[in-house]
T-cell receptor
Framework: DTEVTQTPKHLVMGMTNKKSLKCEQH?????MYWYKQKAKKPPELMFV???????INESVPSRFSPECPNSSLLNLHLHALQPEDSALYLC?????????????FGEGSRLTVL | ELKVEQNPLFLSMQEGKNYTIYCNYS?????LYWYRQDPGKSLESLFV?????AVKQEGRLMASLDTKARLSTLHITAAVHDLSATYFC???????????FGEGTQLTVNP
């Protein structure tokens, strides 16, 4: 099984809402990632978790809060977002934090902030 | 800071033709990846290139890596419409876990 599963696939939220994006993988990967992708642009790294510990935060605003409850799950909690945060949010996993292995991406969660 | 440049950014080609997409990067790395993305979809891994001189082929696509020139190429042979997509190269830092993506090449193959 080489799948990374993300839910929900689509999310519409207001600027005062609190919501969460979820990501799950059962490949035994110990590194998990959140990327943000705007239309017609490359993915931008947001967070990296290695062995369930946050190892990289690319200066992401605190309205995005990641959480890694266990080695298979990764969440992204959203609160007080802005319309410019609307994007495709991609979760990925890899065999090692150092990226010697390829990244496996989920299908993404398309977020619209009204 | 690692910079990755792809060219061309837009490529319109006819079915049956050959073409090459180029990926240049600015600092030493021995890990380079090619991904495909269809509109509204996620990224699909195409090739993982981990050493100088690496060449990999899958169907009509062939990727190569020259770490001395800091250059990777993605060659398309006898293009078909199904290859229409955006192709990204991504380069891993020698130390650290960041993967830097190129801007992407939007490929359209016309009948």
């Amino acid at each position: 099984d080489t799948e990374v599963t993300q839910t929900p696939k689509h999310l519409v939220m207001g600027m005062t809402n609190k919501k969460s994006l979820k990501c799950e993988q059962h490949m035994g990967h110990r590194a998990m990632y959140w990327y943000k992708q705007k239309a017609k642009k490359p993915p931008e790294l947001m967070f990296v978790y290695s062995y369930e510990k946050l190892s990289i935060n690319e200066s992401v605003p605190s309205r995005f809060s990641p959480e890694c409850p266990n080695s298979s799950l990764l969440n992204l909690h959203l609160h007080a977002l802005q319309p410019e945060d609307s994007a495709l949010y991609l979760c990925a996993s890899s065999t090692r934090q150092m990226n010697t292995g390829e990244l496996f991406f989920g299908e993404g969660s398309r977020l619209t902030v009204l | 800071e690692l910079k990755v440049e792809q060219n061309p950014l837009f490529l319109s080609m006819q079915e049956g033709k050959n073409y090459t997409i180029y990926c240049n990067y600015s600092t030493t790395s021995d890990r380079l990846y090619w991904y495909r993305q269809d509109p509204g979809k996620s990224l699909e891994s195409l090739f993982v290139l981990l050493s100088n001189g690496a060449v990999k082929q899958e169907g009509r696509l062939m990727a190569s890596l020259d770490t001395k020139a800091r250059l990777s190429t993605l060659h398309i042979t006898a293009a078909v419409h199904d290859l229409s997509a955006t192709y990204f190269c991504a380069v891993g830092e020698t130390s650290g876990s960041r993967l830097t993506f190129g801007e992407g090449t939007q490929l359209t193959v016309n009948p």
